[in-house]
């Protein structure tokens, strides 16, 4: 777990806050979470938000990139260990076919703002998560990137059987 490392000031995660914060704001007209100051500033503020972040890449099988604390802890991992975590696995088997599709569906609409779903973590705890809102993520150059995801709403479900 996470204790005493906080990954959000180190230049990889900057950025990839930068891509995040700038993505949705791009997709939804508003903002993530409202901020001033430096890239470092908005990395922090996104690290430490009362709501979970998590973005995986544009591989085949797309590894995850991001997760906030809450994302971290929820999913129950550390950073070097979400880098090397194909983002499918946050859902069980079962629902994989209706991760697969919501992606899809956020790929050419470019996000979805209603998404309820099961999803489980590194040590197999089960959580269902409301009204999240998923999105395409794009550099500055306007290169799709990935996507990214937030909620605020999860609820326990025990471990998978």
């Not at 906080?6 to 930068?18: F, I, K, Q, T, Y």
């Amino acid at each position: 777990m996470m204790i005493g490392v906080e990954p959000w000031g180190s230049p990889d995660w900057v950025a990839r806050a930068r891509v995040v914060i700038a993505s949705f704001r791009r997709r939804l007209g508003r903002d993530l979470l409202t901020t001033s100051g430096s890239d470092l500033v908005a990395a922090e503020a996104l690290f430490r938000a009362p709501f979970v972040v998590v973005a995986h890449g544009t591989e085949p099988d797309p590894l995850l990139t991001y997760a906030n604390a809450l994302g971290l802890r929820l999913w129950e991992m550390d950073p070097d260990t979400l880098a090397r975590t194909p983002s499918r696995l946050t859902a069980e088997p079962v629902h994989r076919d209706e991760r697969a599709k919501l992606l899809e569906r956020t790929h050419k609409q470019g996000y979805v703002d209603d998404y309820a779903g099961i999803r489980i973590s590194r040590t197999g705890r089960r959580f269902a998560i409301e009204r999240a809102i998923v999105w395409n993520l794009d550099d500055d150059t306007g290169r799709y990137v990935g996507q990214a995801a937030m909620f605020q709403t999860w609820s326990p479900l025990g471990r998978a059987p």
